[in-house]
């Protein structure tokens, strides 16, 4: 089991004699596993963790992601020391026609693969997004991309609306999520996004020097660039299929003000939903969703680095 989440309020992750023990607030073990396995622990929320433990996963090459009881990313501990000073540089100094390349690249990936899982559903938006998609290859700066990019996502949001008409759910909303389906896709985005952030490092770039993602405010920008090829086919097609098939529904929330949240049961959910989609892989042989996204950041460092072409990861045609 590479990736162990930790959702359960108030518990704290233990060493004890080689296995990581999970404990709840009351004193009782909540779950054991061999600490050899374990390569990334995610904390949601209020979790504990010993300095053993702690000391245990960076000693042997593991990472400790933090997320917000609302499933916000905050950050990560992880031995990986920062890249080379001449990589950040190039990032730092990657001129602006590389940078635009690159961004078209992801950003009409990730509409294609918005495109594929329509098809497969069933919806009618495909013309308009495809004219889009032309736009984007027209735009001559990456804010003009972003807009287009926008109402490509607006688009294909309303067009999965259409079959959730139980749920509330009218389109993309994050601040806060107004229903269950929103709720459960932000909680989604940031397990990708640890996940994004970890491969860029073991990629040996930085991944707040964002190309699409403007960088600054200590943000991940370069790790929400990553993961925009990879938001339909991991968070977005297991997330919808779940609550279509009303395994997520209304009882997995709960409100707080206008917002709402996933409660824990929901919060379990989702992380299984994301886990095994992570574990599927949609090209035989090749590898899981979890290595293509490592290499997926191989490729997004050579071509900042040593500016080779760029090729996002697309959702395959069935």
């Avoid at 984007?136 to 926008?150: H, N, Q, T, Y």
């Amino acid at each position: 089991m590479p990736t162990l989440h930790l959702a359960n309020q108030g518990s704290k992750l233990r060493l004890r004699q080689g296995r990581l023990l999970i404990v709840g607030s009351d004193g009782e073990e909540l779950g054991s596993f061999p600490a050899r396995k374990v390569r990334r622990v995610v904390i949601h929320g209020n979790v504990g963790l010993t300095t053993p433990a702690l000391t245990y996963l960076l000693r042997n090459s593991g990472s400790i992601h933090f997320l917000s009881i609302k499933g916000d990313y905050y950050g990560q501990a992880a031995p990986t020391s920062l890249p080379d000073p001449r990589r950040i540089a190039k990032q730092l100094t990657l001129p602006s026609h590389r940078r635009l390349e690159i961004a078209r690249e992801i950003l009409t990936s990730k509409t294609r693969s918005q495109m594929e899982y329509l098809r497969r559903s069933g919806r009618l938006q495909l013309v308009e997004l495809a004219a889009t998609i032309k736009r984007m290859s027209a735009a001559k700066d990456i804010d003009e991309l972003r807009g287009f990019e926008g109402i490509a996502s607006r688009l294909y949001f309303e067009a999965v609306a259409e079959g959730m008409g139980s749920l509330s759910f009218r389109g993309r909303r994050r601040r806060p999520p107004p229903d269950p389906v929103n709720a459960a896709l932000s909680y989604g985005y940031a397990i990708l996004l640890s996940l994004a952030t970890s491969a860029l490092l073991a990629a040996g770039i930085h991944p707040e020097i964002g190309i699409i993602h403007s960088t600054g405010r200590r943000r991940p920008a370069l790790a929400l660039d990553l993961m925009e090829e990879f938001r339909v086919a991991v968070v977005d097609a297991p997330v919808f299929r779940a609550f279509k098939r009303r395994w997520l529904g209304w009882d997995d929330v709960r409100s707080e003000g206008r917002a709402v949240l996933l409660n824990e049961q929901g919060k379990k959910k989702v992380i299984e939903a994301v886990e095994t989609r992570l574990s599927f892989s949609p090209m035989g042989d090749a590898g899981d969703y979890r290595f293509l996204i490592f290499r997926q950041a191989e490729r997004l460092a050579s071509a900042i680095v040593h500016e080779k072409p760029y090729k996002a990861y697309v959702l395959r045609r069935k």
